[in-house]
């Protein structure tokens, strides 16, 4: 059983940086690839960014230049970092991790960007 516990979620004024931080259970390595996802009040969960395990990245277009996915595997952790926040970035972030056809979730951060 895959368990995945985020961490670093908050408060942070528009502009404002955070990095969320993802522990995995076991070896990332073992994993196909791990990523971010988010879901605000009243909307559907959609893609943040996305690490492989060959090291490809992929960003959602509304984060892109703002947001960088990093991994550690001597950690076992997958990274968001996430800079020049804005009010729309507010939302839940999810983190997961893919092996061939099976997803496994974290319980969720909440970040909220407000002044």
Same mark, same amino acid.
């Given at each position: 059983? !895959?368990?995945?516990?985020?961490? *670093?979620? *908050?408060?942070?004024?528009?502009?404002?940086?955070?990095?969320?931080?993802?522990?995995?259970? *076991?070896? #990332?390595?073992? =994993? /196909?690839?791990?990523?971010?996802?988010?879901?605000?009040?009243? *909307?559907?969960?959609?893609? !943040?960014?996305?690490? $492989?395990?060959? +090291?490809?990245?992929t960003?959602?277009? =509304?984060?892109?230049?703002? =947001? $960088?996915?990093?991994? +550690? @595997?001597a950690k @076992? $952790? #997958?990274?968001?970092?996430? @800079?020049?926040?804005?009010?729309?970035? /507010?939302?839940? %972030? %999810?983190? %997961?991790?893919?092996?061939?056809? @099976?997803?496994?979730?974290?319980?969720? /951060?909440?970040? $909220? !960007?407000?002044?």
């Amino acid at each position: 059983q !895959v368990q995945l516990v985020e961490s *670093g979620g *908050g408060l942070v004024q528009p502009g404002g940086s955070l990095r969320l931080s993802c522990v995995a259970s *076991g070896s #990332v390595l073992s =994993f /196909t690839a791990m990523g971010w996802y988010r879901q605000a009040p009243g *909307g559907q969960r959609e893609l !943040v960014a996305v690490i $492989t395990r060959s +090291d490809s990245l992929t960003y959602a277009a =509304f984060v892109k230049g703002r =947001f $960088t996915i990093a991994r +550690d @595997n001597a950690k @076992n $952790t #997958v990274y968001l970092q996430m @800079n020049s926040l804005k009010p729309e970035d /507010t939302a839940v %972030y %999810y983190c %997961y991790a893919r092996i061939s056809a @099976n997803y496994y979730w974290g319980q969720g /951060t909440q970040v $909220t !960007v407000s002044s």
